[in-house]
């Protein structure tokens, strides 16, 4: 007997659990996007349908942000997102959505590069903590005490992985958990709040490399 004979009369909210797999408070939180039950029965091919189309527009928004929700999130202007897309940070936008994940990492990485807040006594700070680091790699260099390339390598895919991992459970895992059934007010706030945390735990992870 296929599902459409089996569950024509519409299905329980406890065989729509057990079907799907969703916590009892998880579906509720969609109750917005479903159909009405009709004396408890949920009529089936609508249920399912109306789960595929919300799940599918979620995974469609964690994709791709709106331009307006990045300035929310990172607090730069649009002219200035469109100026680091222009510098290779990131792609460009299209059609006002750019591309979520490459988005996010390409700021990440304008932060750590930034120098737009320095003073020039401090870029002659830099320069002169440069010139002491070349001289100890040059001494360094003469007694064969360089690392080699493939410990560089290491460190490299080291973040790589972290980058990746951080990204994926952030707006993977947690995003679309913490923003189930929230107005678009609130989770442009759990927007802003998981880029924070993704940001925090970058720089905290680069920071174990100094």
Do not use: C
């Not at 919300?54 to 469109?82: K, Y």
């Not at 807040?117 to 903590?129: F, G, V, W």
């Amino acid at each position: 007997m296929g599902a459409r004979d089996k569950y024509g009369g519409g299905i329980s909210l406890e065989t729509l659990l057990s079907l799907t797999g969703m916590e009892e408070l998880e579906l509720r939180a969609l109750k917005h996007v479903l159909p009405a039950p009709t004396r408890g029965l949920y009529p089936l091919a609508k249920t399912l349908a109306a789960l595929f189309k919300h799940f599918r527009e979620q995974n469609r928004q964690l994709a791709a942000i709106r331009a307006e929700d990045l300035v929310q999130m990172t607090g730069l202007s649009d002219r200035r997102h469109r100026q680091l897309a222009a510098e290779g940070f990131f792609p460009p936008p299209e059609k006002g959505f750019y591309q979520t994940v490459p988005a996010l990492v390409g700021i990440v990485r304008f932060y750590r590069t930034s120098n737009e807040k320095e003073s020039i006594q401090q870029a002659r700070k830099l320069l002169i903590d440069a010139q002491r680091e070349d001289k100890q790699l040059e001494i360094a260099r003469k007694k064969g005490q360089l690392k080699p390339i493939a410990f560089f390598a290491s460190k490299t895919f080291e973040l790589g992985e972290e980058i990746k991992a951080t990204l994926n459970f952030q707006l993977t895992d947690r995003l679309p958990a913490i923003n189930a059934g929230l107005d678009a007010a609130a989770q442009r706030g759990n927007n802003r709040k998981v880029f924070l945390l993704i940001l925090a735990r970058l720089q905290e992870f680069a920071k174990s490399w100094t």
